[in-house]
């Protein structure tokens, strides 16, 4: 059974509205250019992984999680990146009940539906699997293609969630990771531990 890790979902944001001319064709370009980047820097982060180029602070923080730099190589290897906008993915067909990563969406929503204009989600990641959907629209909540610090941190979280850990054991092993603003603090955290030079390049 695939299982999803949803992080910083705003229950609010489900209720808003699309945006005009943030839909359809244009976001679908949108996409695909946050997705051509993703790609690109997340083969070179599996390379870094792979040759052991990571720093002690990054080793330190997988060393708590239980994840070598070998296993998150594997895992940045497999990973799909996925357009979260258009998914029809049912939360409840990828959420088993007594799900362990804690609070989830309606069974009855859609992926989609969890990046509608106006939400701060900006990404899903699969739990022990591969996909990880992504928000492509503009704005602070969506993914730029050109904020490598950033996106560094977005992969190395959502790898952490497709090798297998929820947000909750996230939060614990990491230690003093409040809930909210959860994705932020921790997405931050990989990008400045993980990958400091990307951070002194933004």
């Known amino acids: 059974m695939r299982i999803v890790v949803m992080v910083a979902v705003s229950m609010s944001a489900l209720l808003i509205s699309p945006v005009p001319g943030q839909d359809g064709a244009d976001l679908n370009r949108r996409f695909e250019e946050v997705r051509e980047k993703l790609v690109e820097l997340k083969e070179g982060l599996g390379e870094r992984f792979s040759a052991g180029r990571t720093p002690e602070a990054c080793r330190e923080d997988l060393e708590r999680l239980g994840v070598s730099p070998a296993d998150l190589a594997v895992v940045l290897g497999r990973m799909l990146i996925v357009n ?82 929820p947000h909750t054991s996230v939060q614990e092993l ?9 994705e932020e603090i921790v997405t931050s955290r990989f990008a400045r531990d993980c990958f400091p030079e990307a951070g002194e390049a933004r």
Do not use: K, M, Q
């Not at 990491?174 to 959860?182: D, F, K, N, S």
């Open 174 to 182: 990491l230690r003093r990771v409040p809930e909210a603003p959860y």
């Open 84 to 165: 979260g906008a258009d998914s029809e993915v049912r939360t409840g067909d990828v959420f088993p009940r007594g799900f362990p990563g804690g609070r989830v969406a309606p069974r009855e929503i859609r992926i989609r539906h969890l990046f509608r204009a106006g939400s701060r989600v900006r990404f899903v990641a699969e739990w022990r699997g591969s996909r990880v959907w992504v928000n492509p629209r503009r704005g602070s909540a969506g993914v730029d293609p050109d904020d490598v610090a950033a996106n560094t941190g977005l992969l190395v979280h959502a790898a952490i969630h497709n090798w297998g850990l």
